[in-house]
């Protein structure tokens, strides 16, 4: 894996990661995940301010049209270009058949009101029901699902890619054997697989598993939420005292210096600037191994009302 200037100069500015379809990727970009309208062109508009290229949104979220309108008007401006920006976004569950991926593609390509995206990703292995809204459900509440394989959603993947309307294609979601399959059968293989991944669920095999295979593990969640809140980690705020940065930089400097790309979310301005300045400092050996030593397999996101799927990843170790 190639990580480009990933030194301490150059603060505020992410550094990039080689794709293994030779396109880079900022280390670090700005989850949007429940960010609406005002709120996200707003945080955009900070975000790009603070030196962030990357930005992560999905079909699911319902925040393609403010983003697209955010960077439209800054690319106005002549605050970025378009060449500058890297932005990803995902194929829901109830597009995963083949031809559906494409539609699914030029639906969120219509709401950001650009020609591609630079990195397209099916959101979860699992299929649902198709032509019946984003939550397809029975009447006990229990949602459809599809008998889709994933490896056909996969064949959609590539036919957009193969279009042009994305530069790269990944997967967010996927085990270690759901990703084995792909790659067995692919024509173009996976660039990023985007997980949940925080001190305490380092994904450590699944890292191994990635790094084998030069696909690069994203994480979202990166600082935990709710009940899983490393930032009040006692060993995660010795450490932060003793670079005098935030537990935040330091859960984020962990991800990044063992080349996992972090897109936590924030609409804060103080968090989105104190979130990219983590390239002008350097864990110890030591201390990597003391935030590793913090796994305690625990996830945020479950989803375990679907955990009766046929594709349902989190049955696997890893």
């Known amino acids: 894996m190639l990580i480009k200037n990933l030194s301490k100069s150059t603060p505020c500015v992410s550094k990039r990661v080689l794709l293994n379809d030779g396109h880079f990727m900022p280390l670090v970009g700005l989850g949007t995940y429940t960010a609406l309208d005002q709120e996200v062109k707003k945080t955009l508009r900070m975000a790009i301010e603070a030196g962030y290229r990357m930005f992560d949104t999905a079909m699911l979220y319902e925040n393609e ?17 378009r060449e500058d920006i890297f932005i990803t976004t995902k194929v829901w569950n109830t597009y995963h058949s083949q031809k559906q991926v494409m539609v699914s593609a030029k639906k969120s390509l219509e709401n950001l009101g650009l020609d591609y995206v630079d990195l397209l990703l099916i959101h979860w292995p699992t299929g649902f029901k198709e032509n019946s809204g984003h939550r397809p459900k029975d009447s006990n509440g229990k949602y459809m699902y599809s008998e889709i394989d994933y490896t056909e959603t996969w064949l959609g993947m590539e036919d957009v890619l193969e279009s042009g309307l994305t530069k ?8 270690h054997k759901q990703l084995e399959r792909i790659i067995e059968m692919c024509e173009h293989k996976p660039v990023v697989n985007q997980v949940e991944c925080h001190p305490y669920l380092n994904q450590q095999k699944l890292v191994d598993f990635c790094d084998e295979h030069d696909i690069i593990l994203q994480a979202f969640t990166p600082l935990g939420r709710g009940e899983i809140n490393v930032l009040s980690d006692l060993a995660l705020k010795k450490i932060a005292a003793a670079h005098e940065k935030s537990v935040a930089q330091v859960a984020i400097r962990f ?9 936590p979310k924030s609409c804060t301005k103080t968090r989105i600037i104190e979130n990219m300045n983590v390239f002008d400092f350097t864990l110890a050996e030591d201390e990597m191994d003391s935030l590793m030593s913090l796994n305690k397999n625990k996830h945020v996101l479950l989803k375990d009302d679907m955990a009766d799927h046929p594709h349902y990843p989190f049955h696997e170790e890893y």
């Open 65 to 81: 049209v403010a983003i697209g309108e955010a960077i439209r008007e800054m690319i106005d401006e002549g605050i970025i270009r």
């Open 168 to 175: 790269s294609i990944g997967v967010s979601n996927f085990n």
């Open 255 to 263: 991800q990044v210096q063992r080349g996992v790309s972090v897109i």
